[in-house]
């Protein structure tokens, strides 16, 4: 039996990830208008990578107005959970499971996060975000941390994503890989993933683990 689940943040535990696509379409017409693959290619990614991907060089004095508005932009949103989760969550950790959030999300996020949902710090074993690991999905970094953070190997971990980043991480760090279909659709998550779910409402631990 698996002994962890790993869950990623938005797309995953709460429905944001759409709002983070409008936000992102925005700021690709505004400043980046040249790169349409951007918001695609970005998913899973920490703000520190998309800063250093895309806005370097020429486009480095665009860095502070787009952190800002991402801040601001973070402060607004209600975080609401995907659906089943919660009833979820609670039951994997009554049977002993150990549960971590593994997010590319960073602190001045997660304090919005934590005001919206005081709950929130006191459902996981462990919360992890990009000032954790060093490296960005699709990297299996962040997941290897977790693993060790919890004191389990990789093969006793379940990731769950929505991105095909972080489905690449997770596979990469030699886990089991669960995709939501939140965000994209499972015929798109299917090549890497052992196993699609539209949400939380009809998982059960015992045939995933």
């Known amino acids: 039996m698996k002994k962890a689940a790993l869950f990623d943040l938005d797309g995953v535990i709460f429905h944001t990830e759409l709002l983070y696509d409008i936000f992102w379409e925005g700021i690709s017409r505004e400043f980046r208008p040249d790169t349409p693959e951007m918001v695609r290619q970005m998913k899973g990614q920490t703000m520190v990578y998309t800063l250093n991907r895309w806005f370097s060089g020429p ?23 995907v659906p089943g989760f919660q009833t979820f969550l609670e039951d994997i950790r009554s049977r002993g499971v150990r549960t971590a959030v593994v997010t590319s999300s960073n602190l001045p ?18 919360i992890l975000t990009s000032e954790d690991f060093s490296r960005s999905k699709p990297d299996p970094d962040c997941y290897l941390v977790a693993a060790r953070r919890l004191g389990l190997s990789p093969a006793d971990c379940v990731v769950f994503e929505d991105s095909l980043n972080g489905l690449r991480s997770g596979t990469a760090a030699g886990m089991f890989t669960v995709a939501l279909c939140t965000t994209l659709p499972p015929a798109t998550l299917r ?11 009809a998982a059960r631990w015992d045939a995933l683990a």
């Open 191 to 201: 090549p890497l993933s052992s196993l699609q779910l539209p949400d939380f409402t």
């Open 109 to 126: 996020k997660m304090a919005n996060v934590y005001r919206r949902h005081p709950e929130f710090r006191d459902m996981f074993d462990a």
């Open 59 to 81: 486009y480095e004095h665009l860095r502070g107005e787009v952190v800002r508005r991402m801040n601001e932009f973070e402060s607004h949103m209600a975080f609401e959970y």
